[in-house]
Every structure is written in C-alpha cells, then in structure tokens.
C-alpha cells in the first residue's frame, strides 16, 4: 500500500492511499479519513460509495462529511467507482466502464477481467483497512449517493451482519427497471435478467430487508427522479415493514449541495447504531 | 446578470452568476449562497475570496462554509480571482495572470485592460450584489484563503467602515517581502515599491489597523509557510494593539481540509460581529 497523501483535517487525517486490488487486477485508491481517536482505539467506520463519473475524491472534498464524522469519532472511507488505468476496459459513455463499475462483479466481456467492484467491497477492501488502520471491524455502516446509494443498499442488503445501519442519497433504487441499470447489467451481467436481481435494492427489499434502520434522502427538484425510482424502494420498505424512512426533500437536485446538506442526518443515524452497545 | 446555476443547500440557494464587468473589462463569474432568510429580508453577507490558481467555485464546493451560513443566515458571496478569457492577458506560470489577479488593478502592460481585481471587488461587485439580492450592505464581513486573505485583509483596512470584521486562512500577509508578491506587484505594479505598499497587508496594519476583530488562522505544517510570512502581521497587530488574534494550529497545512476544519469557528467569528447592533 502507498501513501498518496495525508492532510491534518478536523483534528484527525484525510489520507489517499493506493494499492494493488487481486480483485479488479489493477492498482486501486481510496481515500480514508481518520478522526483523532483513532490515534488510541479502534474507531468506528461508514463506507461511503460514489455515483457515477466519480472518483474517490469528490464526496471527500465536496459532501462535508468529515465534520460531523469529527464530531461523533467515525472514519470514512471513500473507495473509487471503478477499476481505471490504461489496461482496463472502458467506453466513451459517461455510464459505463470506468467511472461507472456499478458495484458487480462482471461475468460478461470485455468487463470480466477488471470489473469485480463488489468482491472489491465486500472482501478486499474492508480486509485492507481493518487490518492496516484503526478501524473496528465489529462497527460498521454504509452509505451512497445515486449509483453509490445502489451500491449501499445492496451491499448491505445482501451482508447480513456486515452493517449496523445504511443509507443513501438519492440512490439508484430500481435499475433492473431503469435506464441506469438496464444497460449496465446488460453489458456487466448479460442479457439474462435473473442475475440482475441480486443488485437491485427494491427487489433485495422485497426479498431480505435489512437487519437495522435505514434512511433515503431524496430531493423533489432531482434532475434524474425518473432514473432514480425511489417510489419502487419506498413501496418496497413500507410492505416489508422495514424499520427506517424516505424522505422526499423539497426542493432539492441531484448536486453534492444536496448531499452536503443532509450529511450531518446521515451521520447522526449511524452514529446511533455505532456507538449502540 | 445571467443565471450559470442554482441549486437548493442548507434550506437556501447555491447560485452562480456571470455579468459583464466594466472593471475588468470581460465577464465575471461569482458565487452566491442566500440563506433561507433572504426571502423575507436583507441578511448579513461575508465574503470569501480565494487563493492562486481558484475560480469562484473552489472554496464554493470545498470550504464546507455553506453549513454554518446557513445556521446563522448569513449570506456568502464567492467572486473569481482573476478576469478572464481569450482575449485576457495570461502567463503561463500558476502565480501570474488568469487565476492570479492578486486583489490590485493593474497600471504595467498587458495587464492594464483587465486586471483591475480591486475596483471590482470594491466597488463594481458590491454595488452589483447588493442591488440585486436581499444582502444587507450595512452587515458585511470579509475572509478569504491565501492570496484571498490577502485580499481580504487589505480591502478591510483599506475601506474603513465598509466591513464590521475580517478574518484569513493562511494569508499571504507581507507579500512585498516574498515571492508571493515581489513577482507579481513588479508584474501589475511596476519596479517603484513605493505603490506595493497599499496592497500589504503587514504595512497597512502598521498604518492604518483596522476598526474591528481580526481572526487569522495558519497551520503549522503548510508547505508555503516561508512565502506566507504570518509572523510580520502577528508582529504588526500586537504593535499596533490591534482587536483580534493570530492562532498557529498545529499541524494543518495549506490545503483546504484546513480551511473547512476551522470555518465553522470563522462563521461563528463574523456572526458575532455582523448580529450586533
């Protein structure tokens, strides 16, 4: 593992690491910030995944969360979206290939090789940081915005134990029904839609719920509403009687000053789980 | 006027604006967070300018400021550092020209025609943000990031009465005693020193003070601390029994994981000066 770089950030350190991922066959980075605890006892950690076109860096300079996570003691971390680099597959669409990994492992070509997102998330990564950092792998959470609020909710989902608690900002909450998913699965998991079940949050709702409280921020002025779907994961909670809430927030879009906004919420939310004895 | 963007945050608006600027000769483009409270009357505004190389949007998406503006309704006004465009006068270093304007109006060729960053930022701006927007122009207050404290710091001396407080990150705070400064005042200023010295933020405190608290903020590990040269105004405000105080936070660098982490205590600095009567 390398060290990009380590910057003094709300009392604790926001660092960028990269290293070698066996699962995506290529060099990976992620960002992790750390607060001041850390330093004497394992702290607990919420994952936050990205949506789609970004890197590990954008939600750790623009969604504001270190502050709250300063404030309760929670390390972040924030992986990439994708599998990049030269050698790895890609396409001139802004949804697919690297920027957009969707959080599958991809069965289909050219993808196979370096598009395993979710044995990266569920697996490589939380081994790597549990055993290089600080972090108590006994207090997790998860969270995401659009794509990473899909990659949350089914993460989660299909873990059991693995969370405390997740939840999403405007997530994707009905791809095997919407233009963002059907495309992707097509091209990641094949023309067979069985396989797509199983990242799909509304339907792992329908068929699993989650073992702890959930929250969906959603905002009413969202430039992507139709794609979103986030009527399928609210009738999906409801039916299933799942403990947690979707809130529709007047007046907000899809932008990280949507996601900045209800940050300290979200954390808050996992704080209560986290900290639970 | 024209309207780039607009997006809801923290219960008010997130907007970007651009306008033909007489000042600078080109278009100007600014940022501007209304809090809620705007829509029933005039709030209180700070100003936040930037360092080299920032546009309007940097410390817009990455100072994490619009969460305790919100708190205390205080509006935020995020203007460029530089003119800029085809027709503008460019350098191809980071520290010159475009991206670069160092707060002054420019009397050397080629930077005459546009590079008049302090009748825009003291007059032309003001007057356009106050005549446009629920902003209080009895209420300002002034902060801003490295080259933008410096800007900051010189405006507020230099305006008696205009701002109620000011505060910097890091500022470049004796720059005709750095290369911060030297380079770019011979570039916009001339060879004759004598013309730097009202755009010093040192010399000014000596001279004239300013009638209100100041807050600057340095980190200790910041990589340009040598070009930054906080301890000539530390000197120059403890001389002059200036209101105010100079903190070294230890281990902080330049970058703006310092600035976000000590913003809130900014906010809260200006709020108490802007909401007495």
Known sequence: MQTISENKCYGGIQGVYSHRSDACACDMTFGLFLPKEAADEPVPVLWYLSGLTCTHENAMVKAGAQAWAADHGIALVFPDTSPRGEGVANDEAYDLGQGAGFYVNATEAPWTTHFRMWDYLAEELPDLVTA??????????ITGHSMGGHGALTLAMRL????????????????????WGR?????????????????DATLLMRRLGFDGPVLIDQGSKDQFLDLLKPEALAQAMMERRQNGLVRMQPGYDHSYFFVSTFMADHMAFHAEALFQD
Chains 1, 2 share one sequence.
């Open 132 to 141: 290089t950092f600080a972090v108590d792998e006994d207090r997790q959470a």
């Open 160 to 179: 059991p134990g693995r969370f405390r608690s997740v939840s999403a900002f405007a997530p994707i909450a009905n791809p095997t029904q919407s233009d």
């Open 183 to 199: 495309k992707q699965f097509t091209a990641y998991l094949g023309a067979d839609e069985s396989t797509w079940a199983a990242h």
